[in-house]
């Protein structure tokens, strides 16, 4: 059984920094690209980085291009997602998602956790 388990989430202010983690567990983590993504409320599911199996592709929403960090620690079984010059329009519950398919603007995760609370607010 496929279990993903994130953790890190709080309040932060604008301008802020975060780390998310997420503990993968019931397959083989190494083989496979893994995601986040988030959730406002009353929003649809939004995708936001994609790091690849070998750890060399990483791609990024360009809402968050250049401010977020996404890395795995393949030992660990851990997707990390560093979150750097917070917006308040980054609140949002975030997810660990393996299986993401894009389609346009619409995003589905056969895969995802409970998912982890970000809110940045002054």
């Known amino acids: 059984e496929v279990q993903l388990m994130e953790s890190g989430g709080g309040l932060a202010q604008p301008g802020g920094s975060m780390r998310l983690s997420c503990v993968a567990s019931g397959f083989t983590f190494t083989i496979y690209p893994i995601s986040w993504v988030r959730q406002a409320p009353g929003k649809a599911l939004e995708w936001v980085s994609t790091?690849?199996?070998?750890?060399?592709?990483?791609s990024y929403a360009e809402s968050v291009k250049g401010r977020f960090i996404i890395s795995r620690d393949d030992a660990n079984n851990t997707l990390f997602l560093q979150l750097n010059c917070l917006k308040t329009a980054d609140t949002a519950m975030y997810y660990c998602a393996k299986d993401v398919q894009k389609l346009g603007t619409v995003v589905t995760a056969r895969q995802r956790g409970q998912g982890t609370q970000v809110t940045v607010s002054l």
């Open positions: 790091i690849g199996a070998s750890r060399n592709t990483a």
